[in-house]
């Protein structure tokens, strides 16, 4: 049970240039949406990070490792023929848009209050686009990569 | 003897004439009377802090903070220009120490229902949601009523997607303070978060009648104005569900295209392709446009 003289220990730390927003919703989604469940994670623990959350949200980087690798290695083991009937030769590109958009979904849902917090507020989130490039580029290599590699 | 008694008369009724303009908003003559009456009395304490007030009411900060440091040199006890250093240092974005003054003050006056309000305003600026609702908590613990501490907890209940009547401390802010600049405020949030804007831009049109300087105020009128402006209609879904109808949206053309590409005439998919890609392009770009434009 938390007590009064606990509600009266300094939360921001020392350091005058602490984050206070978090990157917008648009970055998530655009990160997520070209870059993959993996872009999308970095922004999203980028954000953890910024709200001292890490130690919370760590399984969200892990789900965006199986939501990568897991559909590569079905996709690699000619699982994915029935998605190809339907979908013809993007399909690969198809499932990978679905999984960054349906990641990016749960990363909205878990961040959810403090996406709230910042709009009720007017707070500026930082600009995203020198982490938004670098993730959707990480995330884009990756994917290559093990696509590559398991095939 | 009688000239002195005589000048802590006059003091008192000066310092008694600025409040009593400070608190009814009328800062041009609240200055005048503390610039009058510093001439005379520089050392009076309240007329500096009044004077760092106005300043502060006036959006002058750096002037404010100028005049909130020299008097807490003077008098590092004060309450007033403790708690007014601590909204302007919040202000310059100085939140550390922001925080230590807010503590500090916490520790001297633990029943003020007023600090655990700024306390938790700074929390919740800094996206510490849980502190700034057990700090709203404490505060109304101290005083039920308390219009700082409840328009805290109904913000907080509205991030937490609990407005209108299902949050207990808007009502009580409505039932209790109803004409407190606030609640009205407050009541525009919870009209937008529940959809309805329209009712939200005529409460904000309101405030922003009886506050023409209010920046963002200003902000929130031209918001609401573009939200419920007609050119936004198509983007309805999106308007009212946020990022999850974003996504649906773009999920069910992205796959409804794809498996297109085999059911539907080449001719009729690349119309439907386009007017997808200008859905996407007005989506993104016409909000904001609009908001440059009113």
């Given amino acids: 049970m938390e007590t009064r003289d606990d509600l009266l220990q300094p939360t921001l730390g020392h350091r005058d240039s602490r984050a206070t927003s978090i990157y917008s919703p648009q970055t998530g989604y655009l990160v997520s949406f070209f870059g993959g469940p993996l872009a999308g994670a970095a922004i999203a623990l980028a954000n953890s990070y910024r709200l001292k959350r890490l130690g919370s949200d760590w399984p969200l980087g892990l789900l965006a490792v199986a939501a990568t690798a897991g559909p590569s290695w079905w996709w690699s083991r000619g699982?994915?023929?029935?998605?190809?009937?339907?979908?013809?030769?993007?399909?690969?590109?198809?499932?990978?848009?679905?999984?960054?958009?349906?990641?990016?979904?749960?990363?909205?849902?878990?961040?959810?209050?403090?996406?709230?917090?910042?709009?009720?507020?007017?707070?500026?989130?930082?600009?995203?686009?020198?982490?938004?490039?670098?993730?959707?580029?990480?995330?884009?290599?990756v994917n290559i990569g093990l696509a590559t590699v398991l095939s | 003897m009688s000239g002195d008694s005589g000048g802590t008369q006059e003091l008192a009724v000066i310092e008694h004439t600025a409040r009593a303009l400070v608190e009814r908003r009328r800062y041009s003559q609240a200055q005048i009377t503390v610039g009058r009456g510093l001439k005379d009395f520089p050392e009076s304490v309240e007329l500096q802090y009044l004077a760092a007030f106005i300043d502060q009411a006036c959006e002058r900060p750096e002037q404010a903070m100028q005049a909130v440091r020299a008097l807490l040199s003077q008098a590092p006890q004060h309450y007033g220009a403790r708690t007014l250093y601590a909204h302007l240092l919040q202000g310059a974005k100085q939140l550390a120490e922001a925080e230590r003054v807010w503590i500090d003050l916490l520790r001297d006056y633990p029943q003020s229902a007023d600090c655990f309000a700024g306390y938790g305003e700074l929390m919740l600026r800094t996206?510490?949601?849980?502190?700034?609702?057990?700090?709203?908590?404490?505060?109304?613990?101290?005083?039920?009523?308390?219009?700082?501490?409840?328009?805290?907890?109904?913000?907080?209940?509205?991030?937490?997607?609990r407005g209108g009547a299902q949050s207990e401390h808007l009502q009580r802010m409505l039932r209790e303070h109803?004409?407190?600049?606030?609640?009205?405020?407050?009541?525009?949030?919870?009209?937008?978060?529940?959809?309805?804007?329209r009712g939200a831009l005529r409460i904000a049109q309101e405030l922003l009648r009886h506050q023409p300087d209010s920046r963002h105020l200003l902000t929130l009128v031209r918001n609401l104005k573009a939200r419920t402006h007609w050119s936004m209609l198509p983007l309805y879904p999106m308007q009212r569900w946020g990022w999850s109808a974003a996504i649906a949206i773009t999920l069910f053309a992205i796959i409804g295209l794809s498996v297109g590409q085999r059911a539907l005439p080449p001719s009729v998919l690349e119309t439907l392709t386009w007017i997808w890609l200008a859905y996407v392009v007005y989506s993104w770009t016409w909000p904001r446009l609009l908001r440059r434009f009113i």
Avoid at chain 1, 86 to 93: D, I, L, V
Avoid at chain 1, 94 to 100: A, K
Avoid at chain 2, 129 to 137: D, I
Avoid at chain 2, 178 to 197: C, I, M, N, T
């Fill in chain 1, 79 to 141: 699982g994915a023929h029935w998605i190809t009937a339907y979908a013809g030769g993007a399909a690969r590109e198809l499932i990978f848009r679905v999984l960054g958009l349906g990641f990016f979904a749960v990363v909205y849902g878990w961040h959810r209050q403090y996406y709230r917090n910042m709009t009720f507020l007017g707070l500026t989130p930082p600009s995203g686009w020198l982490i938004g490039i670098a993730a959707v580029v990480g995330g884009l290599a």
């Fill in chain 2, 127 to 161: 996206l510490n949601l849980e502190k700034a609702r057990r700090l709203a908590e404490e505060g109304l613990r101290e005083s039920p009523d308390h219009a700082g501490c409840l328009y805290l907890a109904a913000m907080i209940d509205l991030i937490r997607n």
């Fill in chain 2, 178 to 197: 109803p004409e407190h600049f606030r609640s009205a405020l407050a009541l525009v949030l919870a009209l937008s978060a529940k959809g309805d804007d």
